[in-house]
């Protein structure tokens, strides 16, 4: 049985190779991180929210285009867009912050509140610097695969948020900015998809790869040029204050890998793990196959704990290799949706939030929809 990899003293071994995982990622998070500051002081972010700007304003009718939140929220959907976690999690409580003082109520969550939250934890990334950066250091023969589907999972969940929120509040999505905006964006996707689709496995694996690499190196070569060329930044010293965050950010997690490798290592060894996922098994026994059900214990775990959601793809990615259909599925899962009871209890707590209405309930319906979504891309991309 697959699952009975870790002996009875794997708690020490897992131990290690957490610490291991953390200490490889440094190089690659400094340079990604680096590579995003200098994209934040060139004012990356900032030239996003202009652009993105007029579709959100659409779906926060109840707010002033005036308003500090709207600024705020607008740098919380890059940073998370551009994948910096460090600067998103400020904006977004600045956002939460500014939206309450709109808010008729002290405890009960507004529209443009739950909009907000709902949108935040769908997470959309452009680019998924943790989960390359943790595929990388474990040894994966092209870490960037996962970009592409986790880009087109994280859109859909991202929208299924925006329509279900949208229901609820009235919004009408049919005004011309939002359909401008979503039908864009979907038929973009549906033809990329539909020629992905046309391609033979060998070589939708190989495009895939290379279009990754590509779209990445691109991302990166023109952040460089317009930081250095244009806005005159100094490209170097902005690089090397980022580069620090990322080493802090790659050691600051091995606690925490630390001990969910090793609360997952006593669910393996106990064989609780061994029999939940059996279950899952005998639950999609009827499918024609069922090899998604190794990747499932990310999704699980996502919406509890981003760490814990890390964890399980850490151990997909140890028990069945980095280059598996069930680590790559992890991977692409992890990049898919946010920590929605974690984003509730911090976002909603520091403004003093009780009842958050129908928040909670848009945002896992919104995880499924990745999780589904996730699913049927990794058949897709990797076979």
Known sequence: NTYKVHKSDGMIGISKTAVEISLGLIGVMALFMGLMAIAEKAGGIRFLSRIIGPFFNKLFPGVPKNHPSVGHMMMNFSANLLGLDNA?????????????????????????????????????????????????????????????????????????????????????????????????????????????????KTVLQNFSSTLSNALILSIFAVIVMVAGLYKKIDVFDSFIDGAKDGFHVAVKIIPYLVGILAAISLLRTSGVFEIVMDGFRFVFSSLPDTRFVDGLPTAMIKPLSGSGARGMMVDAMTSFGPDSFAGKLSGVLQGTSDTTFYVVAVYFGAVGIKNTRYAIGAMLLADLAGIITSILLAYLFFG
């Open 88 to 200: 998103a999690t400020p904006f977004g409580l600045k956002a939460m912050q500014s939206l309450q003082e709109l808010n008729p109520s002290d405890t009960v969550a507004s529209d443009a509140q739950v909009m907000f939250l709902a949108l935040h934890a769908s997470g959309l990334t452009l680019i998924p610097v943790s989960i390359i950066a943790i595929r990388s250091s474990m040894g994966a023969s092209d870490p960037t695969d996962i970009f592409i589907p986790c880009m087109i999972a994280t859109f859909v969940a991202t929208m299924t948020s925006m329509l279900i929120v949208s229901f609820k509040q009235k919004i009408n999505i049919f005004q011309k900015t939002i359909l401008t905006w979503v039908l864009g964006i979907s038929i973009f996707l549906g033809l990329f998809v539909t020629f992905l689709v046309s391609l033979e």
